[in-house]
């Protein structure tokens, strides 16, 4: 498998992260601690962050603001 990485983009310009690899840390209260603390948390009801992706999977993880719908 091939490690892929995802670009830095507008929402996070801290550079580059990979998303695919043969084996993959996911730190899911490290990425909570970061999408709760991005300006798109405090501008809207919800933020995401793709912390996995492939051509046959993507694992997103959404933080929702209680009321907020999907």
Do not use: C, F
């Amino acid at each position: 498998m091939e490690t892929t990485n995802i670009d830095a983009t507008y929402n996070r310009p801290g550079g580059e992260r990979k998303i695919n690899s043969p084996v993959l840390l996911i730190d899911l209260p490290d990425y909570i601690d970061q999408i709760k603390n991005e300006k798109t948390w405090e501008d809207s009801d919800r933020n995401a962050i793709t912390v996995y992706k492939s051509k046959k999977l993507s694992i997103v993880l959404v933080a929702m603001k209680k009321g907020a719908t999907m």
